[in-house]
């Protein structure tokens, strides 16, 4: 044995597993030495392995085998060091010690609905990146919606929601489902046609197969009134019923009037939407 690897009891691996889930980064195992488990059971492989690559990230080599007491042993070769700045899981290390009790006050401080405006903030981020056609910076700023993201699914972890794992699978089944015309024996020629297969798949997941909804009612409930209202505008355009459309300086001095006066435009405009938009 090199001085470089690391001796872990399975069963005590397991016991703190069980009494902590989510607080592998205070397990004291190294994540750039070479880890043997010892003392396992073939039944406890695979919860030892899962929770190995989960909290210190991929691994280069991965063995197991029969130890000296007839007790199987897991032997984990790391990635090299500069490998892991490039492992989905080391953000999701990261993130789970930014979490732990040694961590940072602000991220221990997040839940959900604290991180929702986030996730709302960076995505308007990616967009302007896309908008300057910068690459460099686009790049950073999907790096901040993944790390929300990430941060999003810790807090389900915790609370014994779901796992990372659960959303990887849930997006991947939904795009081998939704693309029949790729995996299936369905044809879709158009990019028309292929939306309509999208749509018609998500309304049977939906249990509401019989009622297709309108572009109105398919739109996140969240997404801000105005948008909203430029999107339907765009796909139907309304003409004046009178006078002059006021610009966007008029348009400023009637929001900031309906603030002074208490009232909240944002809330007025998404009542007037749906109460002309909504399916009944």
């Known amino acids: 044995m090199g001085s470089s690897e690391q001796i872990i009891d399975g ?4 016991r703190r597993i069980e009494e902590a ?3 592998g980064p205070l397990l004291d195992i190294a994540p750039n030495r070479r880890t043997r488990v010892v003392g396992l059971q073939e039944s406890e492989v695979p919860a030892v392995l899962t929770v190995l690559e989960r909290v210190y990230g991929q691994y280069e080599d991965v063995t197991a085998g029969m130890g000296d007491d007839s007790s199987l042993e897991v032997d984990v070769a790391p990635l090299p060091d500069e490998e892991t700045w490039r492992s989905a899981q080391r953000l999701h290390e990261i993130i789970a010690y930014l979490r732990s009790p040694d961590g940072c006050p602000w991220d221990r401080a997040q839940d959900w609905r604290s991180l929702a405006p986030k996730i709302a ?12 056609d910068d690459a460099a910076s686009l790049a950073g700023e999907l790096g901040d919606l993944i790390l929300v993201v990430a941060l999003v699914t810790q807090i389900a972890e915790e609370r ?7 959303v990887y699978e849930l ?8 693309h029949p015309h790729v995996f299936g024996d369905e044809a879709a020629e158009t990019p028309e046609a292929v939306l309509s297969t999208w749509q018609r798949i998500k309304r049977e997941e939906r249990g509401d197969a019989s009622k297709p909804r309108s572009k109105y009612d398919r739109l996140p ?7 909203k209202a430029v999107t339907i505008a765009g796909e139907s355009p309304v003409e004046p019923t009178g006078g002059t459309l006021p610009g966007g300086v008029e348009l400023l001095a009637l929001i900031e009037a309906a603030i002074a006066a208490g009232r909240d435009p944002e809330a007025e405009l998404q009542a007037a939407l749906d109460q002309k938009y909504t399916s009944n």
């Open 11 to 14: 069963s005590g691996l397991l």
């Open 21 to 23: 889930p989510f607080s």
């Open 121 to 132: 903030e960076e995505a308007y981020e990616v967009i302007d990146a896309i908008e300057d």
């Open 160 to 166: 014994g929601e779901f796992t990372i794992e659960d």
């Open 171 to 178: 997006v991947n089944r939904k795009l081998i489902r939704r």
């Open 221 to 227: 409930k969240s997404m801000p009134a105005i948008a």
